[in-house]
């Protein structure tokens, strides 16, 4: 059986820093795509960033690009997302999703293409 367990969330205020962790278990973690996404009250579940499953290649959307880095350890079968800077507007539930090895860059920002999520860990930032 497939999980990834997020944790981490929290509140934290404008500016502020937070470090969001994603464990997975049942699948072989080292050959998997690793992506984040997060979703706001009514809107689309939104891309955030993606890992090449050998950890060398990193892609981020634009609105986090220079404030967040996703980073991941094949050992302990977990993957980051460093969050600085911190706005108001990143405030979401937090959600890492699994993928197969072949899923390239351009690929990765889109969650159609992830087979494994987790439940979730909300972020709140207040201004």
Same mark, same amino acid.
């Given at each position: 059986? #497939?999980?990834?367990?997020?944790?981490?969330?929290?509140? #934290?205020?404008?500016?502020?820093?937070?470090?969001?962790?994603?464990?997975?278990?049942?699948?072989?973690?080292?050959?998997?795509?690793?992506?984040?996404?997060?979703?706001?009250?009514?809107? =689309?579940?939104?891309?955030?960033?993606?890992?090449?499953? #050998?950890?060398?290649?990193?892609?981020?959307? =634009?609105?986090?690009?220079?404030?967040?880095?996703?980073?991941? =350890?094949?050992?302990?079968?977990?993957?980051?997302?460093?969050?600085?800077?911190?706005?108001?507007?990143?405030?979401? #539930?937090?959600?890492?999703?699994?993928?197969?090895?072949?899923?390239? =860059?351009?690929?990765?920002?889109?969650?159609?293409?992830?087979?494994?999520?987790?439940?979730?860990?909300?972020?709140?930032?207040?201004?």
């Amino acid at each position: 059986q #497939v999980q990834l367990a997020e944790s981490g969330g929290g509140l #934290v205020q404008a500016g502020g820093s937070l470090r969001i962790s994603c464990v997975v278990s049942g699948l072989t973690f080292s050959t998997s795509v690793m992506g984040w996404f997060r979703q706001a009250p009514g809107k =689309d579940r939104e891309f955030v960033a993606t890992i090449s499953w #050998v950890g060398t290649s990193t892609t981020y959307a =634009d609105s986090v690009k220079g404030r967040f880095t996703i980073s991941r =350890d094949n050992a302990k079968n977990t993957v980051y997302l460093q969050m600085n800077s911190l706005k108001p507007e990143d405030t979401a #539930v937090y959600y890492c999703a699994a993928g197969g090895r072949s899923m390239t =860059d351009y690929e990765g920002r889109y969650k159609e293409k992830y087979n494994y999520w987790g439940q979730g860990t909300q972020v709140t930032v207040s201004s």
